[in-house]
């Protein structure tokens, strides 16, 4: 939580805090970047301390964007739902329908990430599939939504080593 959630609702507070922003009778915008996850949204199992922070989250940018419009502000937020990038963070994760949700290309994400950034985009799923997903999701019961979900990810994270672990064997070799 004091990754993925409280660092940024503590860093966006003393950002906007500043008094070059409270005064929004003129000067330039800005814009706050936001990187979260679709786990913000969908669920999967061994994920859930990392899914309730990424929930949080989406809260959190969803309620300030509206303060925020609300207020007339200056500031803009983007705010990023990937899947699964090829950082080494996931290392080991096997979904059960790769094929149709793969593992994604760091520099892929990056270039998407600047092109939303660019045309101030408010949300931003880097696979339109994912949207999709979220949407048809949340009209689902409880029961077939994780009956899906299980489809879709499986015993994914059965496997997960995750970059920490990772390093640690290479260090004991």
């Known amino acids: 939580m004091d990754v993925n959630f409280h660092s940024y609702v503590h860093l966006t507070m003393l950002f906007l805090a500043q008094a070059a922003i409270k005064d929004e009778s003129h000067g330039p915008r800005f814009h ?17 301390d990392y899914s309730a922070s990424k929930f949080a989250l989406s809260g959190f940018t969803d309620a300030l964007r509206q303060e925020l419009t609300f ?8 705010c990023f739902y990937p899947y699964f990038i090829d950082t ?6 096997k979904p059960t329908l ?6 994604l290309k760091a520099e892929r994400v990056t270039r998407r990430m ?7 985009e408010g949300e931003v799923y880097i696979q339109s599939i994912l949207w999709h997903l979220k949407l048809f999701l949340m009209i689902l019961p409880l029961g077939l939504r994780h009956k899906l979900q299980n489809l879709l990810v499986g015993q994914g994270m059965e496997f997960f080593r995750g970059r920490q672990q990772q390093e640690s064997l290479a260090a004991a070799k």
């Open 32 to 48: 706050l970047v936001y990187t979260n996850s679709i786990a913000g949204h969908v669920t999967c199992q061994r994920n859930s």
């Open 71 to 78: 207020k007339k502000s200056p500031v803009k937020i983007t």
């Open 88 to 93: 080494g963070l996931f290392e080991g994760f």
């Open 98 to 103: 790769r094929f149709l949700l793969p593992t």
């Open 114 to 120: 600047h092109a939303a950034i660019m045309a101030e």
